[in-house]
């Protein structure tokens, strides 16, 4: 008899993983431009009274959890200062998504979105969000912010440095090297993303790299990864421009 239970009961887990390995994943994870592609609708947020008066910019990230509607289901704060984070989790849990396809079906997606809080030179300051670094704000073209006064030639000409969205960006990008997870990060279970400003020159190597965010562990090896890329030239009405955008370097480790 014990051997008959023993039996039936084996039986009942191989049946059990087999269904289980039919079954398509109920939360896939994706990236955050692979997540940007399927927006359908985004509300900005509105930039705090508190926060402008007092000058404060900067880059909220989230960890948004999306549903197989494409409506965010959870958000967590990953980092941002404390005045702009609010704003930028009411704005970005009435955003909406296309449905993650997976073999097909719908699944929950796990995602990172961030939130750039940055004031113009020019009163009065707006706000420039996006779930991308290097936002635009509503009364500029898709994909490009102007340049501040100083950087716009008095004569009208072609602005020496526009800048762009890392959406845009992304697209013009020739050559990516990865970065060498620091042994010291992976031995601390360290992960993250690291944030950098990029200046990118007029044949598209990178000039300058700023550290924004990101763990002092993998910052490093983040910028001397990024110097490396290489990108075709932006061209604005035809000529070539330096071009000033945010990069984000992801490390995870593997379970």
Same mark, same amino acid.
Request: net charge neutral.
């Given at each position: 008899m014990p051997h008959r239970f023993a039996a039936s009961f084996l039986l009942l887990i191989s049946?059990?993983?087999?269904?289980?390995?039919?079954?398509?994943?109920? =939360?896939?994870?994706?990236?955050? %431009?692979?997540?940007?592609?399927? *927006?359908?609708?985004?509300? &900005?947020?509105?930039?705090?009274? #508190?926060? =402008?008066?007092?000058?404060?910019? %900067?880059?909220?990230?989230?960890? *948004?959890?999306?549903?197989? &509607?494409?409506?965010?289901?959870? #958000?967590q704060l990953i980092s941002g200062h404390p005045m702009l984070a609010p704003a930028a989790i009411t704005a970005v849990k009435q955003w909406k998504y296309k449905p993650y396809l997976l073999n097909g079906e719908p699944v929950m997606v796990e995602t990172q979105v961030q939130v750039n809080f940055q004031l113009s030179d020019k009163p009065p300051a707006q706000g420039i969000a996006g779930d991308q670094p290097g936002g635009i704000p509503p009364d500029q073209p898709a994909g490009l912010a102007t340049s501040t006064p100083q950087d716009l030639p008095r004569s009208g000409a072609v602005p020496q440095r526009v800048r762009v969205s890392s959406g845009v960006i992304l697209g013009l990008l020739r050559k990516k090297v990865q970065p060498d997870y620091p042994q010291e990060a992976k031995d601390a279970r360290i992960q993250g993303t690291v944030l950098l400003q990029v200046e990118i020159d007029k044949e598209g190597n990178i000039d300058k790299v700023q550290?924004?965010?990101?763990?002092?562990?993998?910052?490093?090896a983040a910028i001397d990864a990024v110097k490396q890329w290489k990108y075709r030239?932006?061209?604005?009405?035809?000529?070539?421009?330096?071009?000033?955008?945010?990069?984000?370097?992801?490390f995870t480790l593997a379970n």
């Open positions: 049946l059990a993983s087999l269904a289980a390995a039919q079954v398509v994943a109920q =939360r896939v994870r994706v990236s955050s %431009g692979v997540a940007s592609g399927l *927006v359908l609708s985004k509300v &900005d947020p509105l930039y705090p009274p #508190l926060a =402008r008066q007092a000058r404060i910019q %900067g880059t909220v990230v989230l960890q *948004v959890i999306i549903n197989r &509607d494409g409506d965010v289901d959870n #958000l550290l924004i965010s990101g763990h002092p562990l993998l910052a490093p030239p932006y061209l604005l009405n035809g000529e070539p421009v330096y071009v000033d955008t945010q990069v984000q370097v992801n």
